[in-house]
């Protein structure tokens, strides 16, 4: 919803705001028919806050309307973790093509983003150099940017036989992961044609989230014994709380 109209910036008053944050947390989007989570809401929040901010600076209102604003709380809920015959049984139901992805997320732990812009110069013998991710550009465009945090760029261990599971070396500028056309793969595609169906197969309820792997992977290696902040580093985490 647009906050604004035809009204100037020094016509929007608080009512204005919370009206907003009001419609903006309940009113389905129309790709998701789910209201926008609360952490959008407060990312645009903080746009909208910001803007109201410069135009107190720049002597066009008196005060920032957006500042103190409630806004809706985190839904928090449970974690939802995988068991290792519940992974086994995913990896199992996935498509050929996507088996190697799936095995290499629940391996690894990296992010999406991460690991579908992964190209052959990343990997190593036992070891996979992060340093960039797939960022949303304007639209639906997609874009090569930096990893999501500033510990996102990282080398990360892992084994010779993970390695050898993504299956033959490309040129080291291909992606190690693309669609049956040879393009970066979509999460749209590959949710729907895919990560779906496979959950299904192996009669996985609730279904889990794709991101649900990072938090397998994570799992799996503290009852393997390993040391927490070695976690956090493979991660890419800023804060080891995370």
Same mark, same amino acid.
């Given at each position: 919803?647009?906050?604004?109209?035809?009204?100037?910036?020094?016509?929007?008053?608080?009512?204005?705001?919370?009206?907003?944050?009001?419609?903006?947390?309940?009113?389905?989007?129309?790709?998701?028919?789910?209201?926008?989570?609360?952490?959008?809401?407060?990312?645009?929040?903080?746009?909208?806050?910001?803007?109201?901010?410069?135009?107190?600076?720049?002597?066009?209102?008196?005060?920032?309307?957006?500042?103190?604003?409630?806004?809706?709380?985190?839904?928090?809920?449970?974690?939802?973790?995988?068991?290792?015959?519940?992974?086994?049984?995913?990896?199992?139901?996935?498509?050929?093509?996507?088996?190697?992805?799936?095995?290499?997320?629940?391996?690894?732990?990296?992010?999406?983003?991460?690991?579908? /812009?992964?190209?052959?110069?990343?990997? %190593?013998? +036992?070891?996979?150099?992060? *340093?960039? &991710?797939?960022? @949303?550009?304007?639209? =639906?465009?997609?874009?090569?940017?930096?990893?999501?945090?500033?510990?996102?760029?990282?080398?990360?261990?892992?084994?010779?036989?993970?390695?050898?599971?993504?299956?033959?070396?490309?040129?080291?500028?291909?992606?190690?992961?693309?669609?049956?056309?040879?393009?970066?793969?979509?999460?749209?595609?590959?949710?729907?044609?895919?990560?779906?169906?496979?959950?299904?197969?192996?009669?996985?309820?609730?279904?889990?989230?794709?991101?649900?792997?990072?938090?397998?992977? /994570?799992?799996?290696?503290?009852?393997? %014994?390993? +040391?927490?902040?070695?976690? *956090?580093? &493979?991660?890419? @985490?800023?804060?080891? =709380?995370?």
């Amino acid at each position: 919803a647009d906050i604004t109209g035809d009204v100037g910036v020094d016509m929007i008053d608080r009512a204005d705001i919370e009206a907003w944050v009001k419609h903006r947390s309940t009113t389905p989007t129309k790709r998701t028919k789910r209201p926008p989570a609360p952490k959008t809401v407060a990312n645009e929040h903080g746009l909208i806050s910001t803007i109201m901010e410069h135009a107190v600076r720049r002597g066009h209102r008196l005060d920032n309307p957006a500042k103190g604003v409630r806004l809706p709380k985190p839904r928090r809920h449970e974690l939802d973790i995988l068991t290792d015959a519940e992974f086994v049984a995913l990896w199992s139901a996935m498509s050929d093509r996507y088996k190697p992805l799936v095995w290499l997320l629940g391996a690894t732990g990296l992010r999406w983003g991460e690991a579908t /812009a992964l190209q052959w110069r990343h990997i %190593g013998r +036992d070891t996979i150099t992060v *340093s960039q &991710a797939w960022k @949303h550009g304007g639209g =639906s465009r997609r874009e090569l940017g930096e990893p999501k945090t500033a510990k996102g760029y990282r080398r990360v261990e892992t084994t010779p036989a993970v390695i050898a599971s993504l299956g033959e070396r490309g040129p080291d500028n291909a992606f190690v992961f693309t669609s049956a056309a040879g393009a970066p793969v979509n999460y749209q595609t590959f949710y729907a044609g895919h990560w779906k169906p496979a959950c299904e197969a192996a009669n996985l309820h609730p279904r889990p989230t794709i991101h649900g792997l990072r938090h397998w992977a /994570a799992s799996y290696m503290l009852s393997q %014994g390993a +040391d927490i902040y070695e976690i *956090s580093r &493979a991660l890419g @985490h800023n804060d080891i =709380s995370v």
